[in-house]
């Protein structure tokens, strides 16, 4: 702790510049300043370090300013079991109080001490000690490098909500166990009795397993916070967070009124909603948006729980349209894709991580191509052609970096992640759980992708050169796809659910082979039994692949279905977030025994991207959503689905109701907002704003 007394003759008005290497929290006169944690945020931090702000109060007579600086992503335990001091080996804070025409800035005369924060680690927990000897440590030394200071960019972490505890277990090991009903990211508040003297230590876990409190899956990280007081204290984590449902206890019992866990995230404006007539499904929403939640922690990462919890391109990537559905993530995507474009190599490759803490760059399909297709899935969502401008570069020299990889105009080396995670075994190893899609197709189809958003950039600003450029390669590399995937007859050779899929979403099949491609996929589909098999690539496109081509019962099914794997597997067996595997809690209730089973990652959340847009209907037809089409897709067994979004031009909503022997289209559509509506008959109507809705005979599914 950094501390400074000073006097001010009379009572004033006073703003505080502040930001750390490490994580911060600021006193004025024994009050928090501000309501924001796990300040400065988490960046790159050698090229970006964010100044936080606050509007203060000085008395008159003595002031003591006083801040508490730690560890945190800057020189923790960072990233995995491994890491340590990612970008420096000591902890600093700079603070400028400004008032009246007076400036107090940190330097040597501030006093240095220890905290009872004896210490912290964002995977490993804090320790509190109140009755420890907080021992003079001044002098305090004077280096801090500004020249990489911005102002806060996006809105800070905050506590958000609290959640109560649910019910208290005393498990078949004897352990006291708390369970607050909700997987949920954050950290608990214990309040001890007057009368308790002693260490007491709380430690998180996500499930139980046999009915035993279960770290495993939590790999190196601790997640263990531990207080030592006398007496009746309101104790709380300050430089970590934790991915929990369940805590332990230890040294104490308390009664749960003495127990509450705090939800803290990215405090994030709530934009879409959707609610449906059937509870298992508004579940499984539900546990996309608290996966969501929990994974947005100051960056879009991966996870919230164990040794990682790290800004993984692919995932956000997948994620990415949902995420802007759900809330509004423009602020914290600024930050992030400032962060990837200046973590971006000199030749064009990207991080696996944004910050990038591992030293890894490639250029894998999914993961990489998140420079170009975040910043477009922001730009469609949000109109804001700055995404674009922004990453035009990074994305050239991200394609520049691709084609690397290409033998005769086609990539055919380097290293992919693939089909991250897919059921589709034959090459599933715990090493190499890619899935049996050929990595190659897919890495060719998601580049043709890129080129087509590069191409669509430069036409929006006006590079014709780069335009036709990119204009052309998509086309050759079209071209060359058909030529090395198809047979000569136009059927594709490979057989996988996630190669069907991309080759009909990205509209890579020759048109007049669509139609039978869709109807092998559909084929494939119900072989399968209806459950998913594919991965991280296949996954947020199957049910569009599906719907888009003819096959919107095929979807729904799929969407619906109860079995192993599938969506609904998970709601089942009791899940209150989206996990990272299909099979990371087997049906008899046991962990994936491969290991690396989080049961918060949101990937496979990317599902309700398609309830908003096919389901409920609400797909935008300009960015922005500035013009929308609405056109609900009812789904048997779902006798109602509503979605609601706060676009940027106002609410719009859709979705459809069946009454008997009769469906209710339904639609709200702000003023400024072009519209139409396609009918179950076929029908198109221009809509003005307003509310409407359509009564028809029962369409079924359609
Ligand atoms: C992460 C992922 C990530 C993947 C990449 C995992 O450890 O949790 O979600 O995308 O690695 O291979």
Redesign the pocket.
Known sequence: MLEKKFVVEKATDASLKITALGLYYAELNGHRVGDAFLTPGFTSYRKMLQVQEYEVKLKAGENVIAVSVNDGWYCGRFPFEWGNRSYGDRCAVYAELNYEDKKIVTDENWIARESFIRKSGIYDGETQDFTAECKTLTPCEVSFDASVLVPQICEPVRNIERVSVKEIIRTPQGELVYDFGQNLTGVVEIKTPEDFRGTLTIQFAEILVHGNFYTANLRSAKATDSFTVNGARTLCPEFTFHGFRYMKLEGVELPKENVTAIVRHTDMKHTGRIYTSDTRFNRLLENVVWGQRGNFVDIPS??PQRD?RLG?T??INVFCRTAAFNYDIRAIMNKWLADARSDQSETGEMP?VVPNVLSDFGTEAI?ADSIAMVPWTLYEMYGDVRYLTDNFFAIKKFIAAREKHMVNGLIAKGHE?GD?LALDKEMFTEENPVGRTDVYFIANVLHTNVLRIAMQIAKLVGDEPSEKEFRIKQTQLIKKIQQAYFTASGRLALDTVTAQVLALYFRIVPAAHREQLAKTLNENVVRHGYRVVTG?IGTPYLLFALSDNGYHDTACRVLSNREFPGWLYEVDMGATTVW?RWNSLLPDGTPNPDG?N?YN?Y?YGSVMEFVYRRIAGIEAREAGFRKVRIEPKPCAGLDMVKAEYESVYGKIAAGYERQGEKVIFWTEIPKEVESEIVLPNGKIKSLQGGEYSFVFKDVKSR
């Open positions: 991966d996870c990682e993984w692919g995932d696996f993961w992640f991250w991280f990272e690396m989080s990652h990937a």
